[in-house]
Structure formats: C-alpha cells, structure tokens
T-cell receptor, first 116, second 112 residues
Framework: DADVTQTPRNRITKTGKRIMLECSQT?????MYWYRQDPGLGLRLIYY???????NKGEISDGYSVSRQAQAKFSLSLESAIPNQTALYFC???????????????FGPGTRLTVL | QQQVKQSPQSLIVQKGGISIINCAYE??????FPWYQQFPGKGPALLIA?????SEKKEGRFTISFNKSAKQFSLHIMDSQPGDSATYFC???????????FGKGTSLLVTP
C-alpha cells in the first residue's frame, strides 16, 4: 500500500552493527505495528504502538527497540544485529476509529534485511 | 507459541477448483478472524474477515466458515483462478484493531 512506506527496502549489514528501519504513513492512523516474516513461520509481532505515548512489546521483542517519533512515524532498531535477525520486516497501521465490524491493518511493502 | 495453527502449508489447485485452507485457535477470547492475502514482493492485504457471532461470511468467490465450538475457521476460494496464486494467512485477535496473531501461512498455486 503506497500510503505506508518503509525505508530502506533492502539492507545488508554485518553482525554487531546498529540498524534502523523506518516506517511512515499518510493514512492518519493512530496505531502502528512492526512484524517480522520468516519462511514457514508466518508473521510475528515485534512491537506495536496505539499512539505516540503507548508502545507495547509483541511476541518477539528481544533484540529490538522502537521509537514512535510522531503519529505518522514508527521506527524499528536493531541495536546489535545478529544473523538470525535476517528476515522480511513489515510495518502496518490501523485506525482505532475505523467504522465497520473490524479495523483493517494496512501493511507496507516490507524491508528485506540480511545480517551477515 | 503459535496461537493460530494453519494448514496446509502449501496447496495446488486446478483452475476452476475449490481451494480450502483451515485454521484452528485455542484462545476463546479471540473475537476477530481475518484472512490476509500476500503476493510476492508485497505486503499482506486484508481479504476477508469474520466475527464469531456469524458462522459464514461470503465476499465474491471468497467465503469464511467459522465453527466456534470447534475453534476452527476456514477460507474457501470458489472457482479458483491463477491470479489467486498467493500466500494466505489466517489471523486472530482479542479485539479488532489489536495486534494480530498470524498462522504460518499457506502457499496456494492455481494451475491453468
């Protein structure tokens, strides 16, 4: 979805390096999420934020940190990257005031991260 | 621990056939069950979703069947087309808008 952008789209880094993945959205949504996708494991939640001052750990937060700089921006950091953090990372957004019987999550195009 | 179990891991269906993907969950507090579709190189996108107060929801060729007592739900794709070839994820959450618990995904290939 073009309204949710992720940078960079691809990144190769070395073990021990610090790396930041950025997510921006123009949807005006208040909720943002970071997921990790590994082959055969589906998508797993790393962190989620319901507003700028509300950040929560997900299923696999160890080794990651996040920053919600503004309602539209949510960054994921790997303080010291390790090879098993090689994965496809997705940012998603949703609107708590959404109408209808569900609050759809809108995903960005993903960042492919390789840690050597 | 995976809170939503999905099967099969992969599925091959001929054009015009019915594709069926199944999911099971343990947490009876889950009350929102979406299916997401993902094409290669793209992020997942919502396909269809259901709440447990109904047993079936249909949108075009896509139908969710929900069995609350069995804690199972499934996606049926009628008249499957090659353009339906994608990875499908079921998910569940405590409330719509909360973080989703995804299944491991099913890679669907529809052959011409």
């Amino acid at each position: 979805d073009a309204d949710v952008t992720q940078t960079p789209r691809n990144r190769i880094t070395k073990t021990g390096k610090r790396i930041m993945l950025e997510c921006s959205q123009t949807k005006g949504h208040d909720r943002m999420y970071w997921y990790r996708q590994d082959p055969g494991l589906g998508l797993r939640l790393i962190y989620y934020s319901f507003d700028v001052k509300d950040i929560n750990k997900g299923e696999i937060s160890d080794g990651y940190s996040v920053s919600r700089q503004a309602q539209a921006k949510f960054s994921l950091s790997l303080e010291s990257a390790i090879p098993n953090q090689t994965a496809l990372y997705f940012c998603a957004t949703s609107d708590s005031s959404g109408t209808g019987d569900y609050n759809e999550q809108f995903f960005g195009p993903g960042t492919r991260l390789t840690v050597l | 621990q995976q809170q939503v179990k999905q099967s099969p891991q992969s599925l091959i269906v001929q054009k015009g056939g019915i594709s069926i993907i199944n999911c099971a969950y343990e947490n009876t507090a889950f009350d929102y069950f979406p299916w997401y579709q993902q094409f290669p190189g793209k992020g997942p996108a919502l396909l269809i979703a259901i709440r447990p107060d109904v047993s079936e929801k249909k949108e075009g060729r896509f139908t969710i069947s929900f069995n609350k007592s069995a804690k199972q739900f499934s996606l049926h794709i009628m008249d499957s087309q090659p353009g339906d070839s994608a990875t499908y994820f079921c998910a569940a959450s405590l409330n719509s808008g909360y973080a989703l618990n995804f299944g491991k995904g099913t890679s669907l290939l529809v052959t011409p």
